[in-house]
């Protein structure tokens, strides 16, 4: 079955320092990868996604995403942390089996960033 | 980028009423919607999958009786919230994509949540 874990509740990171939110899946056939962002009482918002090519891709707010296969996993990256940057994020992966309408979510990572 | 409304943004009512929740692709043509839920510090569960002009799909544990899925037009779908009940009580979450084709060219576009509370 097509799963997504994010192992942290919660990462607590000093403003300019580099952050990381770990993302692992597990899927049948090639992964298509997603993170999206949460802020307060609001829907989504669309990061970046791997399809195929680099393993590391860029999105938005300067934020990326390094694939690896072997390792099942699609950590979130930022050099270096905004205290805006505190949200909610999650790795989702693409459920292709249905024809690539499902969206799996993980369970989400809670991001602090102290001033 | 493309934009999906949600009304209202929350919503209080008593329990045994029944609450409409709209979803509006606001510049873009959205032949598929989604609605999911959302409990507090958990992840979003898909609920339903609906294409326009057809039946909508639920997943596994949802009550398509309770949750009535509209999707009349290709800009607007609706989740009703039959006779509400205080576990009803969560934030749900529209997404809306373009076009009719699989797969991940075809983005998938999130509304803002609308939060509903059932005393």
């Known amino acids: 079955a097509q799963s997504v874990a994010q192992p942290e509740d919660q990462v607590n990171v000093a403003e300019g320092n580099p952050l990381t939110v770990k993302c692992t899946y597990s899927?049948?056939?090639?992964?298509?990868l997603f993170w999206y962002v949460q802020y307060p009482n609001r829907g989504l918002q669309f990061l970046l996604k791997y399809i195929t090519g680099d393993n590391l891709v860029k999105g938005s707010y300067g934020f990326e995403a390094e694939f690896n296969k072997s390792q099942t996993s699609f950590h979130l990256k930022k050099p270096s942390a905004l205290v805006s940057d505190s949200a909610l994020y999650f790795c989702?992966?693409?459920?292709?089996?249905?024809?690539?309408?499902?969206?799996?979510f993980g369970a989400g990572t809670r991001l602090f960033v102290k001033a | 980028g493309a934009v999906v409304s949600q009304h209202p943004s929350w919503v209080i009512c008593k329990s045994g009423t029944s609450v409409k929740i709209e979803c509006r692709s606001l510049?873009?043509?959205?032949?598929?919607m989604f609605w999911y839920r959302q409990f507090p510090k958990q992840s979003l569960m898909l609920m339903a999958t609906s294409n326009e002009g057809s039946k909508a799909t639920y997943e596994q544990g949802v009550e398509k009786d309770k949750f009535l899925i509209n999707h009349a037009s290709l800009t607007l779908s609706t989740l009703t919230v039959t006779s509400a009940h205080p576990e009803d009580s969560s934030f749900y979450i529209c997404s809306a994509r373009e076009g009719k084709l699989a797969g991940v060219r075809v983005e998938q576009f999130f509304g803002p949540g609308t939060r509903l509370t059932v005393l």
């Open positions: 899927v049948s056939g090639n992964p298509y």
């Open positions: 510049d873009f043509q959205a032949t598929t």
């Open positions: 989702a992966v693409r459920d292709m089996r249905t024809g690539g309408f499902k969206t799996i």
